[in-house]
């Protein structure tokens, strides 16, 4: 069934009996060409792209739980492309391409809204820093702008301005980023791959590989053994759970990632902003809700749901910017699992293991990469070569010091 205003009204006039399920729900066959172990965004687009664009055939994503019970539902939606580094760079800016044409692609309302970023300047080494950045962006095809304080102040006036430690000096803004509806993601790219013949097998938990000769030859799950010609791991925070049980140790913590939702306000804030001067991160949802978030906490973890201690950095960091949420109660509060790398920076590369492939590590970039990811790892797939933007993101770049160290963190996971 292909969604369209014509096709609301019908439905309407004839009881709403025609709608059918988005997705089917189907039974393992003992065997596929492809299997993608992770029903969240990225790989749900893996199997999207491997059908659509690469003309793959006989494909499996395998989901331990529910379409859309992960990290794909649990962001705080942001898009975007602002990035410096030449490893990191195209590869975002080709995402938010594809984030712009994506309803039309796959027939589905992911509310796109291009509601423009901002990252607030709050010193003179930093302006130095943005105006940096922005060129970096300018010379790989993204857009880019210097705002004057007086230019933030005319969009955002109820920001704190005259902080006597944080003064705001202007800032960095991106006008084609902004937000998408993370829900929406996973039941578009679910049901567009459904369409092109995608098994989506949910409740189907990956509980060890069948690994012969060096040569990867299924899964076996909570459903029985499932063969697979080629096998694509996109599990984020679960990325080292599941690769252990093929005996890889990967370059990779979990830690977890709160987000914050307040009650429903009228519409005051027009973008995404940022504090330059600490962690936090807020935009105003559809529903009038402040969407908000900050650091990770700093331990290893592999649950859902976060410290209270940085509940209260993030909120020190919001009240610093933006004195008004003091007036503001918070609704909700949920916790991602985010694979952080390294170096900050993804993964999405062979494996030593004939057929295994491996698609983590993404931090805090995961969302705003979901289609760029499901796109570079399809090829990978299809084609056992890079994409020309993910080229960068393999995994002997740590033994080569080939690091894309977008913060100058060096190696430690939890400040990336």
């Known amino acids: 069934m292909r969604y369209s205003g014509f096709r609301v009204i019908k439905e309407a006039l004839t009881g709403h009996k025609g709608w059918t399920p988005a997705w089917r729900d189907p039974q393992p066959k003992p065997k596929y060409d492809i299997i993608i172990i992770g029903g969240g965004g990225h790989g749900l687009a893996t199997a999207y792209y491997l059908a659509k664009e690469f ?13 859309g019970g992960g ?54 080494a930093q302006r130095d820093a943005y105006i940096r950045r922005g060129n970096a962006m300018m010379l790989n095809g993204a857009d880019a702008e210097l705002l004057s304080a007086e230019q933030v102040r005319r969009e955002y006036p109820f920001l704190n301005f005259n902080d006597a430690r944080f003064p705001i000096k202007g800032g960095l803004a991106q006008r084609r980023g902004g937000t998408v509806r ?16 995608v098994d989506i097998i949910q ?7 069948r690994i012969e000769n060096g040569q990867c030859l299924g899964v076996e799950t909570s459903r029985g053994f499932i063969g697979a010609g080629k096998v694509g791991v996109a599990v984020a925070g679960n990325s080292s759970r599941v690769m252990a049980q093929a005996g890889m140790r990967l370059p990779i913590e979990s830690h977890v990632l709160q987000a ?27 529903k009038g809700g402040l969407v908000f978030g900050g650091d990770i906490d ?20 919001g009240m610093a910017l933006f004195p008004g949420l003091g007036r503001v109660r918070l609704l909700r509060m949920w916790g991602g699992v985010m694979d952080m790398s390294m170096d900050g920076s993804p993964i999405i590369d062979r494996t030593h293991i004939d057929g295994l ?49 977008e913060k100058g963190m060096g190696a430690q996971p939890n400040l990336h």
């Open 55 to 67: 003309r793959q055939s006989n494909i499996a994503v395998i989901e331990k739980g529910w379409i």
């Open 71 to 124: 990290n794909v539902g649990r962001n705080t939606t942001i898009i975007r492309s602002n990035y410096m580094l030449d490893g990191n760079e195209p590869f975002y800016e080709f995402s938010l391409k594809l984030w712009e044409g994506l309803e039309q692609d796959f027939n589905y309302n992911a509310m796109v809204s291009q509601r423009g970023i901002l990252n607030l300047i709050h010193s003179d």
């Open 182 to 197: 993370h829900d929406a993601v996973a039941w578009g790219y679910a049901r567009g791959a459904d369409s092109l013949g």
């Open 203 to 209: 409740n189907c938990e990956v509980t060890g590989f």
């Open 260 to 286: 914050f939702v307040s009650e429903g306000l009228k519409p005051v804030l027009p973008g995404v902003i940022t504090f330059g001067a600490g962690h936090f991160y807020c935009s105003q949802s559809d």
């Open 298 to 317: 700093g331990y290893n973890s592999y649950a859902q749901r976060g410290n209270l201690a940085v509940v209260e950095d993030v909120i020190e960091g």
């Open 357 to 405: 492939y491996f698609n983590g590590g993404w931090c805090y970039g995961g969302f705003k990469a979901t289609p760029a990811s499901g796109w570079c790892f399809a090829h990978l797939l299809t084609t056992d070569t890079p994409h020309p933007t993910a080229a960068a993101y393999r995994f002997d770049r740590f033994e080569k010091g080939r690091m894309i160290d």
